[in-house]
């Protein structure tokens, strides 16, 4: 069975579950961190949802395991098994599933009811004002549009208490508009609570935004799982030699440059310009680097437009694309992809251990 593992400290759910249909086999056994955003990342048909809803019980997953920060919510091999009901964890599912008579308000208590007073760690308040819902809170659900229903949904999970998020896609049923309206909240559920979120999504943007785990399924079984900056720019997985293959690169705000309206992104000592941020200087950052952005260059003073040529070691290579090599570097600290053309790798001699420069000719902030 493969098995993945973090380290021991931060190690605080384990799951093994085993499901057999005809047509489909899940095989998985996951160690997640209990804190902040794992992905559930994987093609349609991969065996995403069928995990999540092992995690909820809702999938009864015969000899199966899980056990979430400490507390073992099933072990079948001694006789344990909560129900979903008894397991003290919010789901949120691609469509909102609102009560249509009750007011987004009653929505909201509805599900705070359900847990006892000595248990509420999310206050309704604090839900409320975490998804930015105030003003909505004595409309009915059908008069919400479908973002709005959607953090209604998540403020609902939250209040809850739960010790265990888990989302199914949430943002599939919207549009771009609505997508880039709701990811902000999320993103402040990760920053601001101290509850592990499992996300199912085969969204790369959403998994670069929000994912600091990422758990690659394929045919039921897990490929690989761990800190996204370890599993994205592995050349022995898919994600490497997709055409938006990309890193996340986390990195801090250093300086602007106001008559140039750039920024200077700083990490593992290295800068990095961006297009101009208001974000404050020292603020914690995420930014995304595609594989195609990147070119190599034997050395750094060469007349380019390219902003940030950066001073790399390559570590590996890989030619399984036909025309293309997928050259794994290091700079900094962190791993770096650069996809160019088989004949310009010859070219340049790019072999692992090499010093090179890193062209990189477009950087995404993400957070
Ligand atoms: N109750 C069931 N009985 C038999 N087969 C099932 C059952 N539920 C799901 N499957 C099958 O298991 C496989 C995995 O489904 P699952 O929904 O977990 O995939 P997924 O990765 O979440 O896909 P998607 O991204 O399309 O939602 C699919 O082939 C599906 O048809």
Redesign the pocket.
């Known amino acids: 069975m493969p098995s993945t593992s973090v380290s021991a400290a931060a190690t605080a759910i384990h799951a093994r579950f085993r499901v057999a ?4 086999a899940l095989d998985a056994d996951v160690q997640l961190p209990g804190r902040g955003v794992s992905a559930l990342f ?1 093609q ?8 999540l809803r092992c995690l909820a019980g809702l999938e009864r997953a015969p000899g199966g395991y899980l056990s979430v920060r400490g507390e073992v919510w099933q072990d079948d091999a001694r006789g344990v098994f909560l129900p979903t009901h008894q397991r003290p964890l919010g789901y949120v599912f691609q469509e909102a599933s609102l009560f249509a008579h009750l007011s987004v308000r009653r929505n909201l208590e509805f599900g705070m009811k359900r847990v006892a007073a000595a248990a509420r760690r999310v206050s309704l308040e604090h839900a409320i004002a975490l998804l930015g819902i105030e003003p909505l809170l004595e409309r009915m659900p059908e008069k919400l549009s479908g973002g709005e229903r959607q953090r209604v949904a998540i403020a609902r999970a939250l209040a809850t208490s739960p010790r265990l998020l888990l989302m199914d ?1 949430p943002l599939a049923a919207l549009d771009a508009r609505r997508k880039a309206e709701i990811l902000p909240y999320l993103e402040r559920l990760h920053d601001e609570l101290d509850i592990p979120l499992v996300y ?1 999504s ?1 969204a790369p943007e959403e998994v670069a935004r929000l994912a600091d785990h990422l758990v690659l ?1 394929d045919g ?1 079984r897990v490929l690989a799982a761990g800190p996204i900056h370890e599993v994205m720019p592995r050349l022995d997985l898919p994600l490497a030699h997709g055409e938006d293959a990309f890193v996340v690169i986390d990195a801090r705000v250093a300086a602007h440059d106001e008559a140039y309206a750039l920024t200077r992104l700083e990490f593992g000592g290295l800068p990095l310009w961006i297009t101009g941020l208001d974000t404050r200087i020292g603020a914690q950052v995420r930014a995304r680097v595609l594989a195609r952005d990147v070119s190599l260059a034997l050395s750094e003073r060469h007349e380019s437009s390219i902003l940030n040529v950066l001073p790399a070691r390559v570590v590996s290579l890989d030619e399984a694309d036909a025309g293309r090599t997928l050259v794994r570097l290091e700079l900094g600290g962190s791993a770096m992809l650069a996809r160019i053309t088989r004949r310009s790798a010859v070219q340049l001699g790019i072999a692992p251990g090499m010093e090179v420069f890193a062209q990189v000719k477009g950087v995404a902030l993400l957070r």
């Open positions: 249909w005809p047509g489909f994987g349609s048909g991969s065996g995403k949802t069928t995990l896609e199912v085969h399924l039921g």
